[in-house]
């Protein structure tokens, strides 16, 4: 497949200035169809912007998006639903697409939520909602998913299946992810490419360039950087710079 | 049969219901009450403008509400005012300017009551085609921008992000907003359009779980209310705006019973 084809979102040299303050500052990223690229760095250092830059919700930025696919899925970081509406959660996952209803209920069983279909979104408990949330991005089967913090919320048990999840659509599907997650044993093992932010790129590259880079280790500490050593342990392949896996 | 001029009223008023149910549903749930508001008190200016440049009402209001909207959106981006003052700025002062305009009309006479509260007697056949063809149109392009103003309305950043341009249908729906006011000032008058939005939308919202549900009780709350308001101001000599509301209100009171009663059975 050549770059063209796959390439789905080009961000180059990106920002966005709000209030005359930067927010995030010249980024530059590519998802690729079946890759996962993964957005980490401390509160405030442009994740979300980033990939509101990315998903064209912000209009005037500095640099340019490239998109060459229009069937996204979004699972917002912070969602305000106003409950005058009625919305149950079968209308919800209605909300862009007209989808069937074998494909509402693939998504809500794989997320674990089926049983909440005609429940009134408002009747919901935060985990339960983000299931949702996460039903209904995948339900349209996209060719981008753009998730941010997709797993807030949900329990433990919950989480490491709902990631597992993530992995499987992307290879499924052969989507692009953008993923925005604080949760570093994730980030270091199933994604592709890692950038980590900072207002601005500090270092990207696969999981174990980042984890090995000085940035890194400044921002998130001594430690995050052994999660992977750790993880190296009990792992069969690696992943090369260009993010395909070698088995080892 | 259309010359009997209550049969005439029944079908411009089942017309109008038709409409502003579903649009109604729209106003309750994006919290444009007020802004209906400021729409229909500009309609008096629209009104005014109608009969001194001898043009057609129903056009003229639609003109200047539009007019007014544009206004509103400059406004609010121009100056640092919270959007219930822009309304109230705007409402006040397009009343206050078709009133004084009313005032210099000398040598035409005006029935002032009708213009607020809706005539019955002053529906012609062209009225209702204005409101029959007017109101199908606009129940084709909100039908055609559901999608994108629906889920906008649910959450921006997510219509947005998936490709269903959300601005676009706004400014369209504030189009419709226009139009379902310039449609039926005659009915329900000018004073209490926005009542005839929210309130039979207010009473589905008692008794839905769905929003297609709540359209369509919406919509048949406005055809209970247009009948039972037009019988009863026949039968009482009342103006048929007022009665109208009045019957909106009662089935909202008993949407409230309802409530009661299915709380009731939950415990």
Excluded at chain 1, 160 to 165: K, S, T, V
Excluded at chain 2, 6 to 31: D, K, Q
């Amino acid at each position: 497949m050549s770059l063209e084809n796959s390439t789905l979102v080009k961000l180059n040299n990106a920002g966005f200035k709000q209030n005359n303050k930067w927010l995030v500052e010249g980024v530059s990223l590519t998802v690729e169809k079946g890759k996962i690229v993964t957005l980490i760095g401390p509160n405030g250092s442009g994740k979300s912007t980033t990939a509101k830059i990315a998903l064209g919700i912000y209009k005037n930025i500095e640099g340019s998006v490239e998109k060459y696919t229009n069937k996204v899925g979004y699972v917002p970081q912070k969602i305000s639903i106003d409950w005058t509406l009625p919305l149950r959660v079968y209308d919800f996952m209605l909300l862009t697409e007209d989808i069937k209803d074998e494909a509402i209920d693939e998504a809500l069983t794989l997320t674990g939520v089926m049983h909440l279909k005609n429940k009134n979104l408002g009747n919901l408990s935060g985990g339960e909602f983000q299931r949702v949330l996460i039903a209904r991005a995948i339900s349209k089967k996209p060719e981008l998913l753009v998730l941010d913090e997709p797993v807030q919320g949900v329990d433990y048990t919950g989480e490491i299946a709902l990631y597992e999840l993530i992995k499987k659509i992307s290879d499924t599907l052969n989507c692009g992810i953008l993923l925005i997650s604080h949760d570093l044993h994730t980030v270091m093992t199933a994604t592709d490419h890692v950038v980590c932010l900072n207002g601005h790129v500090c270092c990207s590259g696969s999981p174990i360039d980042v984890a090995k880079n000085n940035e890194y280790k400044t921002l998130f500490g001594e430690q995050a950087s052994q999660i992977l050593t750790v993880y190296e342990h009990k792992h069969d392949h690696v992943h090369s710079d260009e993010g395909q896996i070698k088995k080892n | 049969m259309l010359d009997d001029f209550f049969v005439r009223a029944l079908i411009a008023g089942l017309g109008v219901a038709l409409v502003t149910g579903p649009l109604g549903c729209f106003v309750v749930w994006r919290r444009l009450s007020y802004f209906g508001d400021t729409l229909s008190h500009s309609a008096l200016l629209g009104v005014t403008l109608a009969y001194s440049f001898e043009f057609n009402i129903a056009l003229s209001v639609f003109i200047i509400s539009s007019v007014i909207a544009l206004i509103l959106i400059q406004l609010q981006k121009k100056t640092n005012l919270p959007g219930d003052a822009l309304l109230g700025l705007l409402a006040h002062s397009s009343l206050a300017v078709g009133l004084v305009v009313i005032g210099f009309l000398t040598f035409i006479r005006f029935d002032i009551m009708g213009l607020l509260f809706g005539d019955i007697l002053a529906v012609t056949t062209k009225d209702i085609f204005i409101i029959w063809t007017g109101g199908a149109v606009i129940l084709i392009v909100l039908k055609l921008i559901w999608k994108p103003l629906f889920a906008s309305t649910v959450n921006y950043e997510l219509a947005e992000a998936e490709g269903l341009n959300p601005d676009r249908a706004k400014a369209i729906f504030t189009i419709l907003m226009a139009a379902v006011i310039a449609i039926s000032i005659k009915m329900v008058g000018l004073l209490l359009i926005t009542g005839m939005l929210i309130i039979p939308a207010a009473m589905a919202r008692n008794i839905s779980d769905s929003p297609q549900k709540m359209v369509l009780f919406s919509v048949i709350g406005g055809l209970l209310s247009v009948l039972l308001g037009l019988f009863s101001s026949l039968e009482f000599n009342t103006s048929s705006g007022p009665s109208i509301i009045m019957a909106a209100l009662v089935l909202f009171i008993l949407s409230l019973l309802n409530i009661k009663q299915s709380i009731k059975l939950k415990n």
